[in-house]
Each structure stands twice: as C-alpha cells, then as structure tokens.
C-alpha cells in the first residue's frame, strides 16, 4: 500500500510514500526502545545541548520547511515560517527549564529521607494531525526527549514529507539515531502499535472520535494517554468592549491556518446592544483577507489542507442554512480550474439551539454568529458545548472579564481581549470532549514520566 501527498492547491501528485510493513513497524519500535535505554541515563545538560542544536537547525531551515508545509497542506509561506520560529522556541525553552521542572522534590515526613523523583517511562508515540505539522509534533516531542524518553511517531498521511523532516532534523541535532523514529502507517496500524509492550504511552491531537478510539485502545492496554481534541471555542463580545478591537482579533482567530485549529475561534457570541456594529466591523474585515496561492506573499489564507474536507465543510454549512442559518458572507466553493481545496471566508448569522452548528466542530474559515439578550445568556450559550478546549471575552473592564474567564467559563484556556493561544509556558489542554491532560509548561512535561516516591527509613 502506499501513503499519497497531494498538494491541495491544485490536485498534484507530490509523492507517493510506501507504507511500513508489521515487520518494520515492529523493528522501529525494537531500535527506539534500544536506544532509549541508554538515553534515559544521559543527563540534563547533555539533553539540552541537543535540544539547542534543534533550534539552530529549525532557524537554519525554517524557509525549506515552510514551503513543505505550503506544499503538502497549503499553509502560506509567511505563518509556516513562524510555526518553525515556535518549535524553535519550544527547544530552546525546555532546554533552559527541563532540568528544574524535573528535578527530585523532598516531602518532609518522618522518615530520615523522603522526596519524588520523576523518571522517564520510556517509548511514547505521538499521533499528530496535519494542521500545523511541525508545532504539533515540536511541543510534545521536546518535553519527551528532555525528560529521557524515546519517541514514535504516526503523523497525517497527507504531512508525511514533514514528518520525515523532523527526522531529519532530530538526526542533524546528534541525538541518537533511534531514539525518534517515523511510521509510515495507515491509522488503521495504529492498534497494534498502541498494544506494543515496549510503548508505554500515547499522545494524540486530532478529532474526539479519533481521541475516543486512541483512548479506548490505550485503556484496554493500561496505557497512559494525553488527548487534545476538538473544539468549538466561544469568543463572548459584551456591551462594553472595544468594537473595532474586537472584531479585528475574533477575525484573527478565525481565520488563523486557513480556520483549521483546534483553538481557532469557532462562535462569536454578541450581546444584543453590539450586534449590528460588531457584525458589520467585523464582515468587513473577514471580507478584506485575500485567498489565494499559498507561494504569494499576498495571500492570507491558502486552501484546505485536503480536497475532502473542504468538501464536507461546505456541506456543514449547506445544512445549517438549510436548517435557518442566514450566510451573510461566502459559503461558496470558488470556481478555480483544476482540482483545489480552496473555500471562501464565510459568516452565518442566527446560528440557535438545534441547528447542527449549535453543537457540531466547523474546521475551516467559517464564522458562526449568536446573539444573546444579555451577557447571562452569552455565558450559558458559551458553555453549552459539549466542547471545553479555549475561550474568550472581550470586554472595556478587564476585572471582570479576568472573574469570567476563571470561574465563569468552562475551558481549559480563556483569554481576555485577546485570542486563545497555546505558549511553551503555559499549560495547554482541554475539558470533557475537548480531551485530558496537558502540554507544554511544567505540567506537560511530567505527564510522561514516573512520579516516584523515594523513602529512606
């Protein structure tokens, strides 16, 4: 069988990937566990250095890669340049802070000697999805070879090319050579990966029904799991807030990776006093943004990732028409010679409880509008999603946005007057069908070790 990029623009044929057989699969896993067991024993600065060596890589090659990316899921060059910056970040900061997130905690008890010390478990695999397909990768696999563990990955079959260059790159850097390795699989060979003796854990950012089945296979194996899945975000815009402040961050939010991120912003929830100015800022600004090419400098927002999702999109918006959404902006499939992935910005307005978007993720440039007769009503609307990934509000009194964004709203990020976001330095993660556990920052870090107890009498 043979895994297939395609370059969404226009249809192409990048390359054709053979796929791993069991046998390779199996012996992949074998060297990553070999090698691990001698770098569990290495120490922080010695891991570090190495991390550094990825950064200066990642800078030096940030142009090559973000054309990659261009190529196999059609990202602009301009933010596929600093998605490389980000994973360069992320090095250089669990290469400065790892060895202190990770270092042994004596608890005082009555023993002569008592702390925590955090161990690496071993081979973790990472299944990653295609919509930023370095960042994904570079914000779990930095914590896990800073902490000593080895690494699998099953990346998108459509970002194969950019999986196989962070290889490359981990290679470059003098890390071992099997301590990271790439499978070539279909996500039906996931299984038996998952049930694997030797792999000890699994990660995976994509949909809750690919969460629910990672889950449920990692749970038959007694296996540790880290799931960041979808999300529906709510962006509250209240009476008092700067309108045109606003407007210009929710399109920013939505718009970002061409509307295809977890943490995008998804509704925009308007108390009734704003809602006519908010929505016309607001349209047109989403109206300015140009689509096109994504090798032109010009162009905001490039294709789809894939031909079949920008399909289904465009019937997740027909429907909710069809059920009473009002499409004030786009909801077309623009007429492009040639097979593309291309779809236009889009604004539905009178989105109510019932309507398939009232509940439904919608991954791409496609903005949903509710109006609540006041902010009591925007919260309940905000939070019932069976969702819980980010939040925002925007609001002129910043106390009390700070109250309702933590102890008002149910998520695992919310932001204030400004766009959800994930940073090495804080901790990113969800609630209910939006996933468990938590990347990046401290937290992130020891989700894939040991926390062992150490007690001397």
Same mark, same amino acid.
């Given at each position: 069988?043979?895994?297939?990029?395609?370059?969404?623009?226009?249809?192409?044929?990048?390359?054709?990937?053979?796929?791993?057989?069991?046998?390779?699969?199996?012996?992949?896993?074998?060297?990553?566990?070999?090698?691990?067991? =001698?770098? =569990?024993?290495? &120490?922080?600065?010695?891991?570090?250095?190495?991390?550094?060596? #990825?950064?200066?890589?990642?800078?030096?090659?940030?142009?090559? @890669?973000?054309?990659?990316?261009?190529?196999?899921?059609?990202? %602009?060059?301009?933010?596929?340049?600093?998605?490389?910056?980000?994973?360069?970040?992320?090095?250089? *900061? *669990?290469?400065?802070?790892?060895?202190?997130?990770?270092?042994?905690?004596?608890?005082?008890?009555?023993?002569?000697?008592?702390?925590?010390?955090?161990?690496?478990?071993?081979?973790?695999?990472?299944?990653?999805?295609?919509?930023? +397909?370095?960042?994904?990768?570079?914000?779990?696999?930095? %914590? $896990?070879?800073?902490?000593?563990?080895?690494?699998? @990955?099953?990346?998108?079959?459509?970002? #194969?090319?950019?999986?196989?260059?962070?290889?490359?790159?981990?290679?470059?850097?003098?890390? +071992?050579?099997?301590?990271?390795?790439?499978?070539?699989?279909?996500?039906?060979?996931?299984?038996?990966?998952?049930?694997?003796?030797?792999?000890?854990?699994?990660?995976? #950012?994509?949909?809750?029904?690919?969460?629910?089945?990672?889950?449920?296979?990692? !749970?038959?194996?007694?296996?540790?799991?880290?799931?960041?899945?979808?999300?529906?975000?709510?962006?509250?815009?209240?009476?008092? $807030?700067?309108?045109?402040? $606003?407007?210009?961050?929710?399109?920013?939010?939505?718009?970002?990776?061409?509307?295809? &991120?977890?943490?995008?912003?998804?509704?925009?929830? /308007?108390?009734?006093?704003?809602?006519?100015?908010?929505?016309?800022?607001?349209?047109?600004?989403?109206?300015?943004?140009?689509?096109?090419? %994504?090798?032109?400098?010009?162009?905001?927002?490039?294709?789809?990732?894939?031909?079949?999702?920008?399909?289904?999109?465009?019937?997740?918006?027909?429907?909710?028409?069809?059920? !009473?959404?009002?499409?004030?902006?786009?909801?077309?499939?623009?007429?492009? =010679?040639?097979?593309?992935? *291309?779809?236009?910005?889009?604004?539905?307005?009178?989105?109510?409880? !019932?309507?398939?978007?009232?509940?439904?993720?919608?991954?791409? %440039?496609?903005? /949903?509008?509710?109006?609540?007769?006041?902010?009591?009503?925007?919260?309940?609307?905000?939070?019932? &999603?069976?969702?819980? @990934?980010?939040?925002?509000?925007?609001?002129?009194?910043?106390?009390?946005?700070?109250?309702?964004?933590?102890?008002?709203?149910?998520?695992?990020?919310?932001?204030?007057?400004?766009?959800?976001?994930?940073?090495?330095? /804080?901790?990113?993660? !969800?609630?209910?069908?939006?996933?468990?556990?938590?990347?990046?920052? &401290?937290?992130?870090?020891?989700?894939?070790?040991?926390?062992?107890?150490?007690?001397?009498?």
């Amino acid at each position: 069988m043979s895994i297939l990029s395609i370059n969404p623009a226009n249809g192409k044929l990048i390359r054709s990937y053979k796929e791993d057989s069991e046998k390779q699969v199996s012996s992949k896993i074998e060297k990553v566990h070999s090698a691990w067991l =001698k770098w =569990k024993d290495t &120490s922080f600065p010695e891991r570090a250095e190495l991390l550094r060596n #990825t950064s200066v890589i990642l800078l030096k090659r940030k142009l090559e @890669l973000a054309t990659l990316m261009a190529k196999e899921m059609g990202k %602009p060059i301009a933010p596929g340049i600093a998605e490389i910056e980000k994973c360069a970040a992320v090095c250089d *900061y *669990y290469a400065a802070n790892g060895a202190d997130f990770l270092k042994d905690e004596t608890i005082k008890t009555e023993a002569s000697k008592s702390y925590v010390s955090f161990q690496p478990l071993g081979v973790v695999l990472a299944v990653m999805p295609w919509n930023f +397909p370095f960042w994904q990768l570079f914000r779990f696999l930095a %914590p $896990a070879l800073m902490a000593g563990n080895g690494a699998l @990955l099953k990346h998108a079959s459509n970002v #194969t090319g950019c999986a196989l260059a962070i290889e490359e790159v981990i290679l470059e850097a003098g890390f +071992p050579k099997d301590i990271f390795h790439v499978l070539v699989i279909s996500s039906k060979q996931v299984k038996p990966v998952i049930a694997h003796p030797l792999v000890k854990a699994v990660t995976l #950012t994509g949909s809750t029904e690919a969460g629910k089945q990672v889950a449920q296979q990692a !749970g038959f194996n007694l296996k540790k799991t880290v799931l960041e899945l979808g999300g529906s975000d709510p962006y509250l815009v209240l009476a008092d $807030a700067d309108l045109e402040q $606003a407007a210009e961050i929710c399109m920013q939010s939505r718009l970002i990776n061409n509307g295809q &991120s977890c943490i995008a912003a998804k509704r925009f929830i /308007l108390v009734k006093e704003i809602e006519k100015e908010f929505t016309r800022i607001f349209l047109e600004k989403m109206q300015s943004k140009v689509t096109g090419d %994504p090798f032109d400098e010009l162009t905001d927002l490039g294709p789809m990732a894939r031909i079949d999702l920008r399909d289904e999109l465009y019937q997740q918006v027909e429907e909710n028409i069809k059920a !009473g959404a009002k499409c004030i902006l786009g909801g077309k499939i623009p007429g492009l =010679k040639g097979k593309h992935a *291309y779809y236009t910005p889009t604004i539905l307005t009178g989105i109510k409880k !019932g309507m398939p978007a009232y509940e439904e993720e919608i991954f791409g %440039p496609v903005a /949903l509008i509710f109006t609540a007769k006041n902010e009591e009503e925007a919260i309940r609307i905000a939070n019932d &999603s069976p969702f819980g @990934l980010g939040a925002a509000v925007f609001t002129g009194n910043q106390q009390h946005g700070e109250e309702l964004a933590a102890k008002r709203l149910n998520a695992g990020s919310c932001f204030v007057n400004s766009l959800v976001k994930s940073d090495p330095r /804080l901790p990113f993660g !969800g609630i209910n069908q939006s996933g468990y556990g938590r990347e990046l920052s &401290s937290f992130g870090i020891r989700e894939f070790v040991n926390i062992k107890t150490v007690y001397l009498k």
